[in-house]
């Protein structure tokens, strides 16, 4: 069997395992067993594992990172986040996070399997260290700024039920409002620390193909306008306090900054970056 072959299969194995552990995820939603968050998480780390060996093939295939057009970055992007996620899975025992990392992980790869897969032409460019280092800091630094998102809106949710007069749905299955918020943090400085080295090395790499560290690219504009929102926000839970539920709604508006310039720039505006969603 050819390697673009396996990659092909691999690719669909994990996509159905995303999507069992989907549904393991909510079933655990309702039925808060152990033993069904365990086969859950299980199945995400597969499904991770699995995704791993597609990406691998099909860069051993085509000689350079599977990020030439919209599928395979968002191939890419979700194998990131499921990265993650089981990261901080393992820092935080957050059992509930799978919930949101399950379902948006399984919306990324309906996306790659339902948009066309439009021919790939080899372009000498897309290649070297500080291209792969900054695509690989980059889709790091994003998995984890959104995992902080998930984070976000779990504290919105236990700060609504704690306020209600009668605990809600969600009251009892999510822990306190403090971890909650030292989980999204983590995930911030993770996700800013990983997106700084990820802006350098586009510098680096800019200056070395286009001759110049800045060019006003329109991903370029929107990259450090994301950077500027959570440097922003890093900044006032230091000095202003922002934290709990301030800062739980600023990660989830960076995020959604994020996925426009992730996807909504290239397909909109333009720019060097658009030849990756085709």
């Not at 093939?57 to 089981?86: D, H």
């Not at 393992?90 to 059992?95: E, H, I, T």
């Not at 306090?241 to 800062?247: A, D, E, M, T, V």
Request: aromatic share 18%.
């Amino acid at each position: 069997m050819e390697l673009a072959n396996i990659s092909t299969f691999t690719l669909q194995l994990s996509t159905l395992l995303y999507f069992f552990s989907m549904a393991g995820y909510v079933f655990f939603l309702f039925d808060q067993k152990d033993r069904i968050q365990k086969i859950s998480f299980w199945l995400v780390s597969t499904a991770v594992g699995v995704h791993f060996v597609s990406i691998l093939f099909m860069g051993i295939s085509a000689r350079e990172l599977p990020v030439q057009n919209m599928v395979q970055s968002l191939s890419l992007a979700a194998f990131a986040f499921g990265c993650m996620f089981l990261y901080f899975q393992y820092k935080f025992n957050l059992k509930i996070l799978g919930v949101f990392a399950s379902v948006l992980l399984s919306i990324l790869m309906l996306a790659v399997m339902l948009i066309p897969d439009a021919p790939v032409v080899s372009n000498e460019i897309l290649r070297g260290f500080w291209f792969v280092a900054h695509i690989v800091l980059v889709f790091t630094g994003d998995a984890a700024l959104g995992l902080a998102c998930g984070a976000g809106i779990l504290y919105l949710l236990q700060e609504k039920g704690i306020k209600a007069k009668s605990p809600g749905f969600f009251f009892k299955r999510l822990p306190s409002l403090d971890f909650l918020d030292n989980v999204s943090y983590t995930c911030i400085t993770t996700g800013f620390t990983l997106l700084t080295f990820g802006l350098i090395t586009g510098f680096i790499y800019a200056k070395s193909i286009w001759g110049q560290f800045w060019s006003w690219d329109f991903k370029e504009v929107f990259s450090v306008g994301t950077w500027l929102v959570y440097a922003a926000l890093l900044h006032f839970r230091f000095h202003s306090g922002w934290r709990g539920r301030k800062s739980a709604i600023m990660t989830i508006v960076g995020f959604v900054i994020i996925i426009f310039t992730f996807l909504g720039v290239n397909i909109f505006l333009g720019g060097h970056h658009q030849d990756f969603t085709k």
